[in-house]
């Protein structure tokens, strides 16, 4: 017991070194930490949201957008699939309604053709060998194709995937701020930027889709069916919240000219003749080509600029748009066609995303609770250690010191393990004083048992430290038990909490039990005492 | 240097003869308990039910009443405001409607600042939470399941460690302090937010603590006094560990005492959540969980070796 092997000294030494070490930028203020050479420990523990203000959003997908996609998607595929035959697949009465992709074929004899074409579109999902349509033949002459479970689920996924991409990209354009962009669940993507105040700018900017197509308008469809939203066939009609007749509605062809896809720039401008806000575009190579192409190919016929299925404006076009780039008017202040530059830029949400929960917490409340939180570690602290020490006299100023060092261990670890300490973390961290204290009340006690039961003083010291181990073990398994579940199930703030019990946890079986022990043997050795002072 | 010693050296209280005295009480505290939660139920925060909770810091101080008729002019629904920390800080609750989307979330919180600036031009904002009810059911279902598998998993534990009788006494008294501290909220009508489920989680580890180190007693006792009546063991018990408890309670008390009246007002919940839980916690491992042990058969042949056993009746067929 009394002896200590070397190297197991210098271990213990050396981790506890190491742990204050990590800790130390977090007593000096930022800019001072910013100057030590590379070699020095720099990292800060990072403060949750609550504790230094921001905006937190979580966001959620609707899952029933991609299903309606997916489904658009196919119908186009299928046709093209179908012209493109050889021979050519006569096909008629394609519809997407309940859900399923169902088309009639006209000749009978060619319904296995139809059907090889359309298995043919259809991807497999994962390992199973299940693909993500079931082509069916109904009544014969009908090809139906369900999408599966499965290819849904793999859909959704990646839309969530581009979606978490795109949101980053339009909070962040240049990857500087430390926004964070994280997918949680199936279908919500959750948002956190601190320091900012107003999410109302940052919910506008995640509002938009900014799917935006160009398409012909169609001079041929009745203005009276318009009006009432019926659309001739291959055309559809939108709304048109700023157009001249103030019908409000306008048709326009189904095709795309050319999509929001095709864009390589979008930057916010001024229109040179009236000073309007606008957003200038520039298309990329094939989009330019296309874009070129059907502007000579219809010059003097008005084409219309669609932002999320409503249309922004439709100008004629007064000669051939040749170099590729564009530029979209309409009803906009320099702030909203800023917004829409950047949500052009960042590409479009692949599924419209809704505020379920906002969370918005204001600087000076995080600075008073980091200051009280303080206040409370220091009074606490102070409390119990003051306790231990009229307690157990010598035997508490070790326990004392150890406290001193898991309270700063922990905070190294946070450190560099970059755990946010949130405002229940404070919490936790002044509740972790309170339970670390539990071993060496454990210890001290047994010794003091052992002592009265008439041991000699090393044999009470090794047994005290002995016996009283499984107890500790078992009482802090418990604990972690707990904080498991508690970072498992919780969110946010709450798995800050969980993080400081547990790293608290371990720590406080260091410094407690190994770290104490240390002392109390080094001490034994040096004075040898004749009676504990316990 | 004279010690400090709460618990006298060799205390022998008889805890057994005050048993049906701690049973009353604790029959008394949980009916309490049931009937609060029946009759007033928990004050549910947004972070449950949804709604918006906002948070405001004034500089001169306005009658709560004022507050609340200002913003039920509103017609926004009934508004409730409460204080927290001091009669400065507001906390108001809105309920939304349903179906209500971002916009009109933010509409509101920004009518009640409206009515608050009317009132304080001087008035912080500190905090703004909208939480969707969809959201919010996810919270309680995810929220109640976590206290509930931390019951049942530390339960189990026990069961491994010691003995099934172990982990049922544990489970019990778990449960009895879950209730106690749950009627205490309801009672009180403090708002039940997630800071208070994680009080409750964190109250299920710790309160388990101080059983361990009582059951861990026990077992040592059962193996070393094999002779001896398992009523008078568990008194023992309970003194031999009864310094330590006090001890690390009062430890305990003393750090979260300190969160309770300095700490950030922002998580009272969570301070007085833990707070109740130790002490309830504190009685309930000298009582509920010890001396549930006899009623369910913990006896001096628990935790007999099983080769033990073995060596045992070997030497009784020798003898005969």
């Known amino acids: 017991m009394l002896d200590f092997p070397r190297w197991k000294i210098w271990a213990v030494i050396a981790a506890l070194v190491l742990g204050v070490a990590l800790a130390v930028p977090n007593f000096f203020p930022e800019a001072a930490t910013k100057t030590w050479p590379s070699f020095l420990p720099r990292e800060r523990v990072p403060l949750g949201l609550d504790l230094r203000g921001g905006s937190h959003l979580l966001l959620q997908a609707d899952t029933g957008d991609v299903a309606k996609q997916r489904l658009a998607t196919m119908e186009e595929s299928v046709r093209t699939e179908m012209r493109r035959a050889v021979p050519r697949i006569e096909v008629g009465d394609i519809s997407t309604a309940d859900g399923v992709v169902s088309f009639l074929v006209r000749d009978v004899r060619q319904i296995d053709a139809a059907v090889e074409k359309t298995r043919g579109l259809s991807q497999p999902v994962g390992v199973t060998g299940q693909r993500d349509w079931d082509v069916a033949v109904r009544d014969s002459t009908r090809v139906v194709m369900t999408p599966s479970r499965a290819g849904l689920d793999k859909a959704v996924d990646e839309a969530l995937d581009t979606a978490r991409e795109v949101v980053a990209r339009r909070i962040d354009p240049n990857g500087t701020s430390e926004a964070t962009v994280l997918r949680q669940g199936d279908d919500r993507i959750l948002v956190q930027v601190p320091g900012l105040q107003d999410s109302r700018g940052l919910r506008a900017l995640l509002g938009k889709t900014a799917k935006l197509e160009f398409k012909l308008v169609d001079l041929n469809a009745n203005p009276q069916e318009v009006a009432a939203g019926r659309a001739p066939a291959g055309s559809q009609v939108l709304p048109y919240p700023d157009s001249p007749d103030g019908g409000g509605r306008i048709a326009v062809k189904r095709q795309v000219m050319v999509s929001g896809d095709e864009l390589v720039d979008a930057q916010q401008g001024f229109d040179q003749t009236n000073n309007a806000a606008v957003v200038n575009i520039r298309f990329d190579g094939q989009g330019g080509r296309r874009f070129a192409r059907v502007t000579q190919e219809n010059v003097q016929k008005p084409f219309a600029i669609i932002l999320d299925n409503v249309v922004l404006s439709a100008p004629n ?218 | 240097m004279r010690l400090l010693k709460l618990v006298p050296d060799n205390t022998n209280i008889n805890f057994l003869r005050w048993r049906w005295f701690a049973i009353a009480v604790s029959t008394i505290l949980v009916a309490a308990s049931i009937f609060f939660l029946a009759t007033k139920g928990l004050n549910f925060g947004v972070d449950f039910v949804g709604g918006q909770l906002q948070r405001v810091t004034l500089v001169k101080v306005v009658p709560l009443d004022t507050v609340r008729d200002r913003l039920n002019a509103l017609g926004q629904g009934e508004a409730s405001v409460q204080t927290f920390g001091s009669e400065r800080e507001l906390a108001i609750r809105l309920p939304l409607p349903e179906g209500a989307d971002e916009a009109a979330a933010s509409a509101a919180a920004d009518r009640v600042r409206g009515v608050i600036r009317a009132l304080d031009p001087q008035a912080r904002f500190d905090t703004v939470e909208t939480v969707s009810g969809k959201v919010s059911g996810e919270l309680l279902r995810t929220g109640g399941l976590s206290l509930l598998l931390a019951m049942l998993g530390i339960a189990t534990y026990i069961w491994f460690r010691f003995e099934w009788q172990f982990g049922v006494g544990a489970l019990v008294s778990l449960a009895h302090d879950m209730i106690i501290v749950l009627g205490f909220f309801a009672a009180t009508q403090i708002d039940f937010s997630l800071n208070v489920v994680a009080a409750l989680l964190t109250l299920i580890g710790f309160s388990l603590n101080d059983t361990v180190v009582v059951y861990d007693r026990v077992r040592e006792n059962l193996r070393k006094y094999r002779k001896m009546e398992i009523e008078p063991l568990l008194n023992l018990s309970v003194n031999e560990t009864l310094a330590r408890t006090v001890a690390t309670n009062t430890a305990v008390f003393l750090a979260v005492i300190a969160l309770v009246v300095v700490g950030p007002d922002v998580i009272d919940g969570l301070s007085i959540g833990i707070l109740a839980g130790v002490i309830i916690g504190t009685y309930s491992s000298i009582y509920v969980a010890r001396f549930l042990l006899v009623p369910l058969g913990v006896g001096p042949d628990s935790f007999l070796p099983k080769d033990a056993i073995a060596d045992a009746e070997r030497v009784k067929r020798r003898e005969t």
């Open chain 1, 317 to 534: 076009i007064n000669e051939p748009i040749l170099g590729g780039s564009a530029q979209i008017s309409g009803n906009f202040t320099p702030e909203t066609a800023n917004d829409l530059a950047i949500s052009l830029r960042s590409g479009k949400l692949p599924v419209t995303l809704t505020t379920v929960e906002e969370r918005t917490i204001g600087p000076d409340l995080g600075a008073e609770s980091i200051e009280r939180g303080v206040i409370a570690c220091l009074i606490g602290g102070g409390l119990v250690m003051l306790y231990l020490f009229a307690t157990y006299g010598l035997f508490g100023l070790f326990a004392n010191i150890a406290l001193l060092l898991n309270v700063v261990i922990i905070l190294g670890i946070m450190s560099v393990a970059g755990a946010t300490l949130t405002l229940p973390g404070i919490a936790g961290l002044v509740l972790t004083i309170g339970a670390a204290v539990d071993a060496n009340v454990l210890i001290n006690e047994r010794i003091r048992e052992e002592i009265r039961r008439g041991r000699r003083l090393l044999d009470a010291l090794s047994h005290g430290f002995k016996e009283a181990s499984t107890a500790i073990f078992d009482a802090n398994t418990t604990n972690v038990i707990a904080a498991v579940l508690m970072y498992a199930l919780g969110s946010g703030p709450i798995r800050g909490f969980a993080v400081v019990l547990m790293i608290g946890i371990v720590t406080s079986y260091f410094t407690a039990v190994v770290v104490t022990r240390l002392m109390v043997m080094t001490w034994f050795r040096r004075t040898r005492p004749t009676a504990l002072p316990i």
